[in-house]
C-alpha cells in the first residue's frame, strides 16, 4: 500500500494591532500613573514638615528627642501655652498690625495704580509703538536683583525721610509693578472693545468707562494681584530689614528673624511663632484660591 503524504500547514500567526486610540490611552494610563507618584512626593515633601511644625510647636520642651520615634510621635496633650509665649516674646500684635497696614496699602496702590497702567498699555500697544517701549521697560523691571538696588533706596529714603512704612509701602508698589503690569495688560485682551464703544457712544467718558465697566471686569485679575502682592509683601524679610532698621516698627516676618536670633534654640516657641506668622495669609489665600487660579489663567496663559 502506498502512503499517503502529509502536508504540514502552519497555523495562522495571530498579530494583535492596536488601534491609534487604544495606544492613546495606554500612553495616557502611564503618564497618569507617573503623575500620580510625581503628586503623592509632591504631598509628602510640603505635609511632612508641615506635620513636623505643627506637632513641635505644640509640644513642651521636655517632649522634644532626639531619636526618630519620637520626634514623629504627636504631642502628650495639645496646648497653646507656646504660641502665648511666642506672641510675648515677638510682640506679635504690634507686628501684626504693622504687617497689615503695610500688605493692605500696597494692595490698594497696586490694584489703583497697576491696573490703569495696564489698561492703558494693554488697549493701545498693538496700536502704538510708543506703548509697547513702555510695556517692555516696565516689564524689564522683573530682571533687576534686589541686591543691586538695596544700597541706593536706603540712602535715598533716608533723605527723603521715608526710611519707615510708609517708603517700604512705596517700594513694594514700585517693585510689584512689573509683574501686575504684566497680568492685567495680559487680561486687557480678553476684554472685547464692544463696551467701551457703547460707553463711548452714550457720552461717558474714558476715566467714567474705566471705573464703572472696565475695572468691575478686571474682578478676576484683581483677586490674583491682590493674591500675588499679599504673598510676596507678607513674606518679605530684606526690604523692611535694610529700610526700617533701627526702628521699633517691625513687620512679622522681621519679628520671626530677630526671635529666631535670640531664641533660636527653643524650638518649640520659634515653631510656635512660624505657624502665628503664616496663618494669616494662609486664610487670605484659601478665601481668593478660585479668583486666582481664574486671574492667571485668563492674564498670563492668553496674555
Known amino acids: 500500500m502506498s502512503e499517503k503524504k502529509r502536508y504540514f500547514v502552519p497555523e495562522p500567526i495571530k498579530v494583535n494591532i492596536k488601534s491609534a486610540d487604544e495606544i492613546k490611552d495606554d500612553k495616557d494610563g502611564k503618564s497618569s500613573i507617573v503623575l500620580t507618584v510625581l503628586l503623592i512626593l509632591g504631598c509628602v515633601t510640603i505635609l511632612f514638615p508641615l506635620y513636623m511644625t505643627i506637632i513641635i510647636a505644640f509640644k513642651s520642651p521636655s517632649e522634644m528627642t532626639n531619636d526618630i520615634s519620637g520626634a514623629l510621635a504627636l504631642p502628650k496633650s495639645f496646648g497653646f501655652g507656646n504660641f502665648a509665649e511666642a506672641m510675648r516674646v515677638t510682640d506679635f500684635w504690634h507686628s501684626l498690625g504693622n504687617s497689615v497696614v503695610i500688605t493692605g496699602a500696597t494692595i490698594i496702590l497696586s490694584l489703583v495704580i497697576h491696573s490703569m497702567t495696564g489698561y492703558a498699555i494693554g488697549r493701545n500697544m498693538n496700536r502704538k509703538k510708543g506703548f509697547k517701549l513702555i510695556y517692555f521697560y516696565i516689564v524689564s523691571g522683573m530682571f533687576v536683583p534686589f541686591a543691586?538696588?538695596?544700597?541706593?533706596?536706603?540712602?535715598?529714603?533716608?533723605?527723603?525721610?521715608?526710611?519707615?512704612?510708609?517708603?517700604?509701602?512705596?517700594?513694594?508698589t514700585v517693585f510689584y509693578m512689573p509683574m501686575n503690569v504684566m497680568l492685567y495688560s495680559g487680561y486687557m485682551k480678553n476684554v472685547p472693545f464692544a463696551m467701551e464703544e457703547a460707553a463711548d457712544m452714550d457720552g461717558a467718558s474714558a476715566w467714567r468707562t474705566y471705573w464703572t465697566i472696565i475695572f468691575p471686569m478686571m474682578k478676576p485679575m484683581h483677586a490674583t494681584v491682590a493674591?500675588?502682592?499679599?504673598?510676596?509683601?507678607w513674606?518679605?524679610?530684606?526690604?523692611?530689614?535694610?529700610?526700617?532698621?533701627?526702628?521699633?516698627?517691625?513687620?512679622?516676618?522681621?519679628?520671626?528673624?530677630?526671635?529666631q536670633t535670640q531664641f533660636g534654640t527653643n524650638y518649640n516657641l520659634a515653631f510656635a511663632s512660624y505657624l502665628l506668622a503664616l496663618l494669616p495669609i494662609v486664610i487670605f489665600y484659601i478665601v481668593c484660591q478660585k479668583q486666582i487660579i481664574g486671574g492667571v489663567a485668563n492674564g498670563a496663559v492668553k496674555g
Request: charged fraction near 5%; charge should be negative.
Open 227 to 233: 493674591v500675588l502682592t499679599a504673598l510676596g509683601t
Open 235 to 259: 513674606n518679605d524679610v530684606m526690604t523692611p530689614l535694610v529700610i526700617m532698621s533701627g526702628t521699633e516698627n517691625t513687620t512679622l516676618p522681621l519679628a520671626q528673624l530677630n526671635f
Open 148 to 172: 543691586i538696588l538695596m544700597m541706593p533706596l536706603v540712602k535715598q529714603t533716608a533723605n527723603l525721610g521715608i526710611d519707615n512704612m510708609l517708603g517700604v509701602i512705596i517700594l513694594y
